[in-house]
């Protein structure tokens, strides 16, 4: 079993910037993937970014790309999302999640952390 929790949402003005982290514990030897996604309201939950456990390489969704910077710490057990240029429409519950060695989906899901881009 993987553990999975995300920090770090909060309320930001358009143009601001946050950072998600995200811990694993348990059998984090396992895991292959580390993934960010999110959900808006009302909309269906979405990929973000992820990156391979312990390394390279990264992937991004296009809205992410140029904004969003994921990095991973094997040694740490941890995860971040840098975002930056914040826009509205980012609002929503960001999730991590984590893949394990040899399987096609994730299968380890925090709780979410909301964030908010509002003036």
């Known amino acids: 079993q993987v553990q999975v929790a995300e920090s770090g949402g909060g309320l930001v003005q358009p143009g601001g910037s946050l950072r998600l982290s995200c811990a694993l514990s348990?059998?984090?030897?396992?895991?292959?993937?580390m993934g960010w996604f999110r959900q808006a309201p009302e909309k269906v939950r979405e990929f973000v970014a992820s990156?391979?456990?312990?390394?390279?390489?990264?992937y991004y969704a296009a809205f992410a790309r140029g904004r969003f910077t994921i990095s991973g710490n094997g040694a740490k057990g941890t995860v971040t999302l840098q975002m930056n240029g914040l826009k509205p429409e980012d609002t929503a519950v960001y999730y991590c999640?984590?893949?394990?060695?040899?399987?096609?989906?994730?299968?380890?899901w925090g709780q979410g952390t909301q964030v908010t881009v509002a003036s």
């Open positions: 999640a984590a893949k394990q060695d040899g399987q096609e989906e994730y299968d380890y």
């Open positions: 348990g059998r984090t030897d396992t895991v292959s993937d």
């Open positions: 990156v391979r456990w312990r390394g390279s390489p990264t």
